[in-house]
């Protein structure tokens, strides 16, 4: 199978932009894999690389066409569109889409490019989930146009999933797991990732990259109605590929009193703009702060494996269940588990006490997490092959609604309703 890179994050692949209708609205930070199975196709969706309105797509094109598609995604993550091109007739056209379906991950869209212009072939497409048909030969224009629609058109839905990271307590490590959790998102599912640090006076999203940009969070907080997705693409930085940041001022010559809705229109932007975003809230409880849980996809709560921590889960996790009726329970990593002498709570126990979805447990390693805060690196900078690593992954496919997990192993010895009644008793 061929393969040409036409990142467009990378400088050498960039090209001078082609004309776009004026007033044009550029499609966001998405990933697309195209394949093809004829030359002509390919060279096509090449030149849609270098339509102004796709300069931030990351866009692959190779060789295989529908059978390719399939092979590929067996067993590598999906984009956000896959283009597939077929020159298969009506007949088996829908079956071979139904095996691509089956790799498929949920929120990835599919166009099709095929060679038979037949409406009724058309509506059996549209109806079985494709996005949209284009019947060659089609010009570079229509393409464009179509992903163009799709992502960036009037009635476009956000294209991004919003994963709020916040600590049971002070120093649960929330923000490590949050940071590393994107790292490992964009390594794994390669897609764009938006780390937002609300945590303004504070916020180590800056330290933990290496990263000290004159702009980020506090532009955009304070800029209030002037806040565009032109503002937010210029004030994000990049701190790896795949990875951008939004970063907090952590000064303190002012004092931050947010106001409810403070990060509401960020957010917004954001998920039109990057396919995934990471919120970094502190341990504090504000009306932002439950504002903001309320109006999130996912929320992951980093805990010690203690009964203060405990507490402070399960009343986390109480409130945001009232506020999102119907949606599923916050995801919960445990972290720092394992300190010499110190007693624990089994994390199966914590989970169940607190009724949430155990997605990781993080062993207490102040060398590599003590190295990596210090140096401004990810644990997988540290080690590529440490155990951690593998946690990370997890709970990164987890938060994004890449896989389900089998239910976790009780371990044995602790009695929860002692603990209960402690807790009834405070
Ligand atoms: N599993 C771990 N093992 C050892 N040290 C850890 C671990 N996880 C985090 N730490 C360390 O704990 C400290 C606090 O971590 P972090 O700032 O991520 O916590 P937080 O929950 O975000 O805190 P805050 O309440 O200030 O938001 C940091 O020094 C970090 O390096
Ligand atoms: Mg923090």
Not at 25 to 43: D, G, N
Request: with cysteine.
């Amino acid at each position: 199978m061929s393969f040409i890179d036409n990142d467009k994050s990378d400088p050498a692949n960039q090209a001078p932009a082609a004309e776009a209708p004026t007033g044009a609205r550029l499609v966001p930070r998405i990933t697309i894999q195209a394949f093809c199975e004829q030359s002509q196709t390919a060279q096509m969706i090449e030149d849609a690389a270098h339509d102004r309105r796709m300069a931030k797509v990351a866009l692959t094109t190779h060789n295989g066409g529908l059978e390719g598609a399939v092979e590929t995604y067996r067993s590598n993550p999906t984009p956000n569109l896959i283009i597939v091109e077929t020159t298969l007739p009506s007949e088996t056209m829908l079956a071979g889409l139904e095996r691509l379906a089956e790799v498929c991950d949920a929120s990835t869209r599919v166009i099709v490019i095929g060679h038979v212009n037949d409406v009724v072939l058309y509506r059996e497409l549209m109806r079985s989930g494709v996005s949209d048909y284009i019947v060659m030969p089609a010009t570079t224009p229509v393409l464009v146009n179509a992903i163009s629609e799709l992502f960036a058109g009037e009635g476009a839905a956000p294209i991004g999933r919003t994963i709020a990271f916040i600590g049971a307590k002070g120093g649960a490590g929330s923000s490590s797991i949050a940071h590393n959790t994107a790292w490992s998102i964009a390594r794994a599912i390669r897609q764009d990732v938006l780390v937002l640090d609300l945590d303004l006076p504070f916020g180590t999203v800056g330290l933990d990259f290496n990263q000290d940009p004159p702009q980020g969070m506090g532009d955009a907080v304070f800029a209030n109605e002037k806040m565009d997705v032109v503002m937010l693409e210029r004030l994000m930085s990049k701190a790896a590929a795949h990875v951008h940041l939004l970063t907090a001022p952590a000064v303190l010559d002012r004092t931050y009193d947010l106001s409810e809705r403070s990060f509401e229109q960020i957010i917004e932007l954001s998920q039109k703009q990057v396919p995934c975003v990471i919120l970094d809230i502190p341990h504090v409880w504000t009306e932002w702060v439950r504002y903001t849980l309320a109006a999130v996809d996912e929320i992951v709560i980093v805990a010690e494996p203690d009964l203060a921590n405990l507490r402070n889960a399960k009343n986390i996790a109480d409130i945001v269940k009232g506020l999102r009726p119907g949606e599923h329970e916050p995801l919960l990593v445990i972290n720092k588990a394992g300190i010499p002498k110190r007693p624990e709570i089994p994390a199966d126990e914590f989970a169940g006490a607190v009724e949430c979805r155990l997605i990781g447990q993080i062993p207490f390693d102040a060398a590599i997490f003590g190295t990596a805060a210090n140096n401004g690196q990810m644990i997988s900078e540290v080690s590529a092959t440490h155990k951690i690593n593998d946690q990370l992954k997890t709970i990164g496919l987890e938060a994004t609604g890449r896989t389900i997990s089998a239910p976790q192993s009780r371990s044995a010895g602790f009695k929860l309703p002692d603990l209960l009644r402690q807790l009834k008793r405070a």
